[in-house]
C-alpha cells in the first residue's frame, strides 16, 4: 500500500515538473527572442541577459542610464557592455526599473553610485518587504530575492531628466503592483506589462506571473489614453523577453490586443 502511494506521489510529481516545464517553455517560446545590438536607433544599446533584456544608453557627461538591471547577481552582462565603451559600473547614472522581478533587477546593487528610480508603488516589492502575490511566485521567490531600495520614487507620467536624457515613466500596474513603461529617445519600453508574440501580435502580462493580470491588461488599456499625444514619438516598442516592433505597428497591435480583451 505505501509502496503503491509513493508510486503515484512520484508519477504525480513528475506530471507536475513536466507542466511546468512545458508551460514555462510555452510563455517563452512564442515570444521573439531577447538580442543584443544597438538595434534601437539614438545610440540606444540592448543587452540580452539570458531570458532579459536591459537597455543602455549614453547620455551628457559620459554618464550611462540603465532601463533593468538583468538576470545576473554579478552584473557581468552589463559590465562587458559598459567595458566595451570604456566605462565602468561606477558610470551608471541611475537604473529606471521596469518591476522588481528577479529577472529584471538582479544586479542593480552593482552599480553603487547610481540613483534607483521605481514607481513609487513599486518601492516595498522592490526592497523584499511585499511579496510578488502572483500564482506562480514560488517559483521565482515569493518575496524579491535581491533587494534593492528605490532611492528615486516615480510618479504616474512623471518625466525625469539625466544629463541630458528625458525618461517619462507610465504606471501600468498588474504584472507586479508599481509596474512601469518608459519613454525615452522615441522608444517605448514594455518590461513585462506586454509581450510581443513571434506573430508580431501584442500580448498582455502573463497571468501565472503576474500580481493581477486583469489589472495589467486594463493598465494597458490606460496607457494608451495617456501616450496619445505623444504617439508621434514612438518609433520603436519593445518588451524586455520579445524584441521589438516599429512604433506604429507596435502601438496599433497594442490597442487591439486592449481591444480584444477588455471587459466590455
Ligand atoms: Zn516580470
Redesign the pocket.
Known sequence: MFKTILKVVGVLAALFVLTIGLLIGYIFGLNQKPRSGPALGHGIEQIADSIATTYYFEVGGGKVVLIDAGNDPTGAPILAALKSHGKTADDVEAIFIT?A?P??DAAVNVFKKAKVYAMKDEAYVADGEQAYGSPLSGLMGKFNPHPFKVTNPLKDQETVNVDGLNITAYEVSG??PGSAVYLADGVLFL??AASIGSNQKIRGPVYL?STNAAQGIASLGALLKKLEPRFHEVEFITS?HSGTLPGPQGLSALADYVKEHSAN
Open positions: 518591476h522581478h529577472d529584471h504584472h507586479t518590461g513585462d506571473f524586455s
